[in-house]
């Protein structure tokens, strides 16, 4: 009895297997692409010094699996302190000082850059002033704490990909580009 086994589909189908691993970090490099872009169009990482929307990036990492991870402090992006803040909200206290000073207008930098002077409104707002001989010029609003809504600036547009992240990892998807990376 004789038998032949045609094997060129089994060799096509393992190529593809071991492709697997660079097919998911291929898919899952450019769907970050695309939400990093989505998070830089949403706008609302436009903050005073701009330092928080450039310091977004992600890194893909391929191992015996794939991960990813986006947010400040990653790659080459440096770590930015008040960016959970900002996504999350919360309540801002003062550190060292007694109250935090927040800038009021066009003022530049910091209080201790400025001669002022303390004034109390009718209202009842403490306001760091500066005398400029033409005027005086209120710099700093004084305050005991601020709360900051949740702004989503990252699981916002994250969120909003995740369809598309579903669907590019789906088996036949990761199946198609794993045959073409196999070959």
């Not at 209080?111 to 409104?121: G, M, Q, S, V």
Request: aromatic share 4%.
């Amino acid at each position: 009895m004789r038998f032949s086994v045609d094997t060129t589909g089994a060799g096509q189908k393992i190529r593809g297997l071991k492709s697997l691993p660079r097919a998911e970090a291929r898919q899952l490099t450019a769907w970050m692409t695309e939400t990093l872009a989505a998070i830089v169009r949403a706008g609302i990482l436009h903050t005073r010094s701009g330092q928080l929307m450039r310091n977004v990036d992600f890194l893909v990492r391929q191992g015996p699996s794939v991960s990813a991870v986006i947010g400040t402090g990653v790659n080459k992006a440096k770590s930015v302190v008040y960016a959970r803040i900002h996504e999350e909200g919360g309540e801002i206290k003062p550190v060292r000082a007694r109250a935090l000073t927040i800038p009021l207008g066009d003022t530049k930098g910091v209080a201790a850059n400025y001669d002022l002077f303390l004034l109390k409104t009718k209202a009842g707002k403490v306001l760091l002033c500066e005398n400029t001989g033409k005027g005086i010029i209120p710099r700093f609003l004084l305050v005991k704490r601020v709360t900051m809504p949740a702004r989503h600036w990252l699981s916002g547009p994250i969120n909003q990909m995740r369809p598309e992240l579903d669907r590019m990892l789906s088996p036949d998807e990761l199946w198609k580009i794993a045959q073409a990376l196999g070959e």
